[in-house]
């Protein structure tokens, strides 16, 4: 171990999700992928991907990549960045090697899919199918076993390891466990919403058994899976696996992850099952994270969004509450167009804002160019 600290490093991808932590063994795991071609240029307030993660992984692999469901602001650009088992086409000394990709068992057995979820979704077959390795399926519904056994390559009973329901730990990395909330087998009300199959997550970060902080990474669930993940904890009388002293917001600070049905004038009022999280299990110092782009003012509080005025006024509520924080990653640092990483330091006296990282790792990266990739 060099150094007894862990980080989480949120990059300001426009509305997407791209967020790497970093554990005590210097091994990262990836929480989604959003590399826009775009960000690029000098233009553009993006960071782009690609070079942040060769600066941070500095040669080696990146150890897990979880993709937590097939929207394009969620995997955009993987296919051009990472070496795919499934494709020669993909693959070169330019790419970088991923040990295990991690997804929601839809990837698997949905049908249908166009450009990079098409990839993803081979990829995912690929390395449960014929490799039987390198991979993590979240969740464990019906139609998932049944394509498995349908699948002419394996059955179920092979690969079930490779499996893991919501309720599970997994215990991948040093310094933090990962306890799965969702998917659920259960079908959701709206059965083509992918935002409500998505992988959900409480990371419980330890120093000498002990814990010293707690996230959740909400990926883009809408308040019904919430509402269905809040029953199913406080029915296993697990609810302080919904205790957190860090929350990546789900989708992107949209009003639907608080109340699917009703946005409000100017704030959004939870369903009650979501207020409990967040006004219950919210800790003191709570940092709330929206990974989005700026938030409207209130004049134009009206716009499409995601994100939602609305919905950041309920979020500016609970940072009261809680004597927290609440940050957006296309607003930092405040005022300014050289956006950077919103890093999050752990260490064993917990959770902290780390500007000088920040600083240090956004300086000259923002604007860097790389030779192009092909693929």
Not at 35 to 61: N, P, Q, T, Y
Not at 91 to 109: N, Y
Not at 182 to 193: A, G, K, L, R, Y
Request: charged letters at 35%.
């Amino acid at each position: 171990m060099t150094d007894s600290k862990m980080f989480i490093r949120f990059y300001p991808v426009g509305n997407g999700d791209s967020i790497l932590i970093e554990d005590l063994d210097r091994k990262h795991l990836m929480i989604d992928y959003n590399c826009v071609s775009k960000a690029e240029e000098d233009d553009d307030d993006r960071i782009f991907l690609e070079d942040e993660l060769d600066e941070r992984l500095d040669g080696k692999d990146l150890d897990v990549l979880m993709i937590t469901h097939a929207h394009e602001d969620h995997l955009q650009g993987f296919s051009n960045y990472f070496w795919l088992n499934s494709s020669k086409k993909h693959q070169g000394d330019d790419r970088k090697k991923m040990t295990e990709l991690w997804v929601p068992d839809s990837i698997i057995w949905e049908p249908g899919a166009e450009d990079e979820e098409k990839l993803l979704r081979k990829e995912a077959r690929y390395r449960l199918l014929d490799d039987k390795k390198g991979i993590k399926v979240f969740g464990e519904t019906d139609s998932l076993k049944e394509y498995i056994n349908n699948s002419g390559k394996a059955k179920y009973e092979e690969v079930k390891h490779l499996i893991k329901k919501p309720g599970e730990i997994v215990s991948h990395f040093k310094g933090f466990e990962i306890f799965i909330h969702s998917p659920h087998s259960w079908v959701t009300e709206d059965d083509e919403n992918k935002n409500n199959k998505c992988i959900v997550v409480q990371l419980d970060f330890r120093f000498d058994s002990e814990s010293v902080a707690k996230g959740i990474f909400g990926s883009d669930a809408e308040s019904d899976a919430w509402e269905s993940i809040y029953s199913a904890t406080k029915n296993n009388k697990n609810l302080d696996r919904l205790d957190f002293d860090i929350f990546k917001l789900a989708h992107h600070c949209s009003y639907t992850a608080l109340n699917k049905d009703e946005k409000g004038d100017l704030i959004t009022e939870p369903v009650e099952k979501v207020k409990k999280i967040f006004e219950e299990r919210g800790r003191e110092k709570a940092k709330l994270i929206a990974s989005c782009d700026r938030i409207p003012s209130k004049q134009d509080r009206n716009e499409t969004g995601p994100p939602h005025y609305q919905a950041a006024e309920y979020y500016r509520k609970v940072r009261d509450l809680k004597k927290g924080d609440f940050r957006v990653t296309m607003e930092e640092p405040k005022g300014s167009r050289n956006i950077k990483p919103i890093v999050i330091e752990i260490t064993k006296y917990g959770p902290r804002f780390d500007q000088l990282s920040a600083a240090v790792f956004g300086a000259g990266t923002i604007t860097s160019t790389k030779s192009e990739r092909h693929g």
